[in-house]
């Protein structure tokens, strides 16, 4: 079974930053397209950005030039570094496979606010 554990979310102020990292075990990670996934209250849990196994990562449009999703396939791990962040970013991130195919983790929350 695929498993994630992602970790790096906290309280940030408008225009700050943040990396969340993810790490992966239960499947052969540098052949698996992952991906960041977003849920906020009365929404439905949202792609962040995604990334395949060449490490070329394409990000919904609000967050793209800001945010930048990079992988380590020698370490089953992926990094979203969040810059310029806004009160819109707030939510619970969690990471997956494109297909959403792990079971889902925790999630790690990131809350913007001055």
């Known amino acids: 079974q695929v498993h994630v554990v992602e970790t790096g979310g906290g309280l940030a102020q408008p225009g700050g930053s943040l990396r969340l990292t993810c790490v992966v075990s239960g499947l052969i990670f540098r052949d698996v397209a992952m991906a960041w996934y977003r849920q906020t209250p009365g929404k439905q849990r949202e792609m962040v950005a995604g990334?395949?196994?060449?490490?070329?990562?394409t990000y919904r449009d609000s967050v793209k030039g800001r945010f930048v999703l990079t992988r380590d396939n020698g370490n089953n791990t992926m990094s979203l570094q969040m810059n310029d962040l806004n009160s819109e970013d707030t939510g619970l991130y969690y990471c997956?496979?494109?297909?959403?195919?792990?079971?889902w983790g925790q999630g790690t929350p990131v809350i913007v606010s001055s």
């Open positions: 990334i395949i196994s060449s490490g070329i990562a």
């Open positions: 997956n496979t494109i297909d959403r195919t792990a079971q």
